[in-house]
């Protein structure tokens, strides 16, 4: 995504705000290994400072993602927001700079969509807080059904099932 900052960048003070309904570049899709619903909408503001440019950048992702407890897949809405700096200035893309380089007549937004979409994802998403997840024992989706699992024998019998008694064992000598 590329703002035109042709005229804020002529005056001091002077400030843009631009909004973008379009697809996601294809970077961002990439880095957030999920597909996007599309198209995105992302509003910047670009403040000329005299030393640099700052974009405002806001926006929200909604993204496909599988529920780490019932396994169901869901979108899951991200709202992003950061405040990046741009100095013009000749000089490759550093990903960890203090600031970003441009040259010319446009600032890129793409490195920038791609790293707070990216962070955005969780690394173990939930459907909903109060996702029950599946059962352990058969496996259905206890949001959608019951089981009668959960009145099983409580786990920590389990060891004493196959205990027989002292001195009650068969007599295999007999
Ligand atoms: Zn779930
Ligand atoms: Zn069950």
């Known amino acids: 995504m590329q703002v035109r900052v042709t005229d804020v960048k002529k005056w001091v003070g002077r400030e843009e705000t631009v909004q973008f309904r379009e697809p996601w570049p294809l970077v961002v899709a990439e880095r957030a290994e999920a597909p996007l619903?599309?198209?995105?909408?992302?509003?910047?503001?670009?403040?000329?400072?005299?030393?640099?440019?700052?974009?405002?950048?806001?926006?929200?992702?909604?993204?496909?993602?599988?529920?780490?407890?019932?396994?169901?897949?869901?979108?899951?809405?991200?709202?992003?927001?950061?405040?990046?700096?741009?100095?013009?200035?000749?000089?490759?893309?550093?990903?960890?700079?203090?600031?970003?380089?441009?040259?010319?007549?446009?600032?890129?937004?793409?490195?920038?969509?791609?790293?707070?979409?990216?962070?955005?994802?969780?690394?173990?998403?939930?459907?909903?807080a109060d996702c029950k997840g599946l059962c352990p024992h058969c496996g259905v989706n206890r949001n959608e059904a019951t089981c009668e699992c959960a009145a099983a024998a409580d786990p920590r019998w389990e060891a004493l099932a196959g205990w027989t008694p002292a001195g009650s064992e068969p007599d295999s000598d007999a």
């Not at 019932?70 to 950061?82: A, G, N, Q």
């Not at 000089?91 to 700079?97: I, M, R, S």
């Open 37 to 128: 619903k599309q198209p995105a909408a992302i509003e910047v503001t670009v403040r000329n400072t005299g030393r640099a440019l700052l974009a405002e950048v806001h926006g929200e992702a909604e993204i496909s993602l599988v529920c780490s407890r019932c396994l169901t897949p869901f979108w899951l809405k991200l709202p992003f927001s950061t405040v990046e700096e741009f100095r013009e200035e000749p000089g490759p893309y550093e990903a960890d700079a203090e600031y970003y380089r441009y040259l010319g007549d446009h600032i890129d937004l793409d490195p920038i969509l791609a790293d707070l979409v990216a962070l955005a994802v969780p690394l173990a998403p939930v459907c909903s």
